[in-house]
């Protein structure tokens, strides 16, 4: 058995061969998804955070030029 899957998170996409349907419920297949999501999540959250601050400087700068 050898079943394709497409993964998406975040912006990256690949796809998945699952030869071993149980192998998909193993710990450590768990953990490296689970560890990719994590990461996606924490790097999204620092893009937020700098555009956040880039745009409060923005702010700032025009606060002066009235």
């Not at 297949?29 to 893009?47: F, H, K, M, P, W």
Request: proline letters at 2%.
């Amino acid at each position: 058995m050898s079943e394709k899957t497409n993964v998406r998170i975040g912006k990256v996409t690949t796809d998945v061969r699952v030869t071993d349907a149980s192998a998909m419920l193993q710990p450590q297949v768990l953990q490296r998804i689970v560890g990719a999501v994590i990461s996606e999540l924490e790097a999204r959250e620092r893009s937020q955070k700098a555009l956040a601050r880039e745009r409060a400087l923005g702010d700032d700068d025009q606060s002066g030029w009235g």
